[in-house]
């Protein structure tokens, strides 16, 4: 006779749940119920970090526009635009299609717009009633999106991409700005609507800081918009200047507020690790920005973490973790940072000290421990106990996860977030 329950055979055929890992199997403990691995956002510092951002912005007078190609994740879109945001930027025109199914109307794709395939779907979201803006940077594509919209009869509200040597997009100079201007100005389907640019990838030069660098970048941002206002070459009565990604966000912020500009012209932010910010690459850039800015207080704390059980403890000084490259985002190996029996409870840690997380596979994470009495195979760690791991670079984590478990202080699991990657 099976053992086999009508629940369990009726669970085995769910596909929405045979499909996902990381989630609540028997009941909302995460250290009881949720089958590890599991990518956890913790409540608390994940309410800190919206309001946090939303009050930097609203302080230095500037919109804020979260990049959502961080999370991909609509009850976070909800959650940022409830604290105030403006709009949500996105990476792709699927990433806008999804986010305004998701009830986003205000978009800010920071990309630019190519192929036509891409061109419809935007078009079928101006169509729908979405308010957005695209990025271009040379005159063919500017004349390609053109003939594209202007065909439908609609017209793309656009925004010139400045750029610089040696990074991604965008033109070189400001007379490569006015000349493609002037093409926009002359499509029938296309409004010139400001301006647009990365901080992230400017490089100092001679003796200049890597902070002034950044703050010469952002003032030339501002007077390519100058520029193009005295032109008469944008279109409506707000233009925007908009850059800012998580790392330079005070210095952003501080050249768009102290740079006199007309109130009517819209300053718009776009950082998006800070939702969740992390225990690396975010860390750092936040130390540096507290370095800079004692004044902004305790900054932004770390919200995601994954959850993973010691799946073998097969020689001293080794554990091997039941989670690997399929789990965690790749450019810095993630960072043990606490411990639980499995069943236990949040405030019964035991120590990590001297854990090192060595190597990457797959499914495992190669873990190396302190060669002392108790850590190998013996009371102090065992098979099954549970380790929190922070990460670094939430965008490379979250695209590993389309279940994320959303956790009170106890860990408890008081919600399942859907991304759509």
């Known amino acids: ?13 769910d596909p929405e749940r045979a499909e996902h890992k990381g989630l609540p199997e028997i009941g909302p403990r995460l250290l009881a119920d949720v089958s590890l691995p599991a990518a956890v956002l913790h409540e608390a510092a994940l309410s800190h970090n919206l309001g946090w951002m939303q009050a930097f912005c609203d302080a230095h007078g500037a919109l804020l526009a979260p990049h959502g190609k961080t999370t991909m994740a609509p009850a976070l879109f909800r959650r940022q635009r409830e604290s105030g945001a403006w709009a949500i930027t996105l990476a792709t025109a699927p990433q806008c299609r999804a986010a305004f199914a998701h009830g ?23 169509e729908a009633g979405a308010e957005l803006w695209c990025l271009v940077d040379a005159a063919d594509n500017a004349r390609e999106l053109d003939a594209f919209f ?30 493609l201007a002037a093409v926009v100005d002359a499509a029938a389907g296309l409004e010139l609507c400001g301006v647009e640019g ?150 019964r840690t035991m120590p990590i ?8 596979m797959d499914q495992h994470a190669f873990v190396r421990l302190p060669e002392t009495p108790g850590h190998h195979r013996g009371e102090e760690v065992r098979i099954g106990d549970i380790v929190a791991f922070g990460i670094s670079h939430p965008c490379l984590t979250f695209d590993k996860w389309r279940r994320l478990c959303r956790v009170d202080a106890s860990l408890a699991v008081v919600e399942v977030l859907e991304t759509c990657f």
């Open 1 to 13: 006779m099976s053992d086999v329950s009508p629940e369990s055979t009726a669970f085995l055929a």
């Open 104 to 126: 986003v109307t205000r978009l800010l794709l920071a990309n630019q717009l190519v192929g036509r395939a891409n061109m419809a779907i935007v078009a079928e979201l101006l």
């Open 353 to 360: 000290d001297g854990w090192r997380v060595e190597k990457l």
């Open 198 to 347: 990365y901080e992230g990838l400017v490089q100092a030069e001679g003796e200049a800081s890597p902070e002034a660098a950044v703050a010469a970048y952002a003032a030339d941002l501002v007077d390519t918009l100058s520029a193009l206002m005295q032109a008469g070459l944008l279109a409506g009565a707000r233009p925007l200047v908009t850059a800012s990604g998580s790392a330079w966000h005070d210095i952003v912020a501080e050249a768009f507020r102290d740079a006199g500009l007309d109130e009517r012209v819209r300053r718009v932010m776009r950082p998006g690790c800070y939702v969740t910010h992390d225990h690396g690459l975010y860390g750092e850039a936040q130390a540096r920005v507290l370095g800079r800015r004692p004044a902004l207080g305790e900054g932004l704390r770390p919200a995601l973490e994954v959850f993973a059980q010691v799946q073998s403890l097969p020689e001293p000084g080794l554990a091997i973790v039941a989670m690997g490259r399929r789990d965690v985002g790749g450019d810095r190996l993630p960072r043990a940072l606490r411990r639980y029996r499995e069943g236990g409870s949040a405030d």
């Open 150 to 179: 202007a065909g439908r009869g609609l017209r793309l509200p656009v925004l010139i991409e400045r750029g610089v040597p040696g990074g991604r997009c965008g033109c070189r100079s400001r007379e490569e700005v006015l000349a």
